[in-house]
């Protein structure tokens, strides 16, 4: 099966600092040789959620905190060259990063992409975009929706931090490079899980709700020809009690007792045989029961812009069907 690997090659407080190369050499002896040459793997993100700007533990920008290493430190050598100018630091501060993180892979490993940092989507700056794009195969990010207003209080805390539009066109203007969601995820009442923490994402009412919330998001984002996938979070919900940060939410595919959720379970079938074939507008194959798992039917796309046959209500599920003489049940 197909997999991505989480490196976490990230070290110090000083990226600037020589143990920050050894550590990203290290991790690559360690974590990345060993599967230079397994063809399921897809690729590497070498972190997770990074901070690159003011955020909910720290308020300062990363310049105010490299200021305050020790004098002659490296990295405060390099943030007083950008005293006031808290965008160029940080756009020395993240060629920096990828530069160094994928040298390391590349020096043991020159078959698999390079995945990128899995950046919080509302904390993404055009800086870090930009200085990615050399050192990355694609960039990736966490994408979740947060509660109202929640997007717009981030956004006004630092005035680079991009607005997350539907199919991330703001992303693709900076980057010029394949985006892949690396995490993203909704939760709805009903399940086991309480979702109360944290209290910043959304509970949809129902699962029916959730279920529709995840194919209203496959639709927007696939309505672009640069996002290339997406990796749903996660495949069980969170312990009732909390998993060891707290977070208690209904992410899963199944629940903790191994039920499946089946609206979800059933508008990703619909939405994974569609996407995003449809929205290239290129003609998708015929596929069988065994393959989708719906009913007795087999089912066939002739157009792209053809409906899958099983849909009570194609409109409100695929917007872009509209020629229904394509579809075609076989018995």
Sequence with gaps: M??????????????????????????A????????????????????????????????????????????????????????????????????????????????????????????AQLTTPAVLEAAA???????????????GLSNYVKSSWSPYLNVDGNLSLFYKYLHKPIMVAEYSFRGAGGLAPNTWPPIYPTYPNQQDKAQAYESYIKGIYASPWVVGDQWFEFVDEPVNGRFDGENSNFGLVSTLNVPCSDLVNAMTVMHSQAPTVLAGTPS?????????????????????SCPTNVSSPSSVWPYCTNSTTKSTIG
């Design 285 to 305: 194959p015929c596929w069988s029961d065994e393959q989708t798992g719906f009913g007795n039917q087999v089912k066939c796309l002739l157009y792209a812009n």
């Design 2 to 27: 197909p997999y991505t690997e989480l490196l976490g090659m990230a070290s110090g407080n000083d990226w600037f600092a020589p143990s920050f190369v050894t550590n990203a050499y290290q991790v």
């Design 134 to 148: 050399p050192y990355v195969d694609l960039f990736s990010i966490d994408d979740y929706a947060l509660i109202g």
């Design 29 to 120: 002896q360690i974590s990345v040789a060993p599967l230079k040459n397994d063809p399921n793997l897809i690729g590497y993100f070498t972190d997770s959620e990074l901070r690159w700007g003011p955020y909910w533990t720290d308020q300062h920008t990363l310049l105010d905190s490299y200021l305050q290493l020790p004098v002659g430190s490296p990295g405060r050598a390099v943030a007083e060259e950008y005293i006031h100018n808290p965008n160029g630091f940080l756009s020395a501060l993240a060629t920096r990063y990828f530069s160094v993180t994928t040298a390391a892979i590349r020096s043991v490993d020159p078959n698999h992409m390079i995945l990128g940092v899995k950046m919080l």
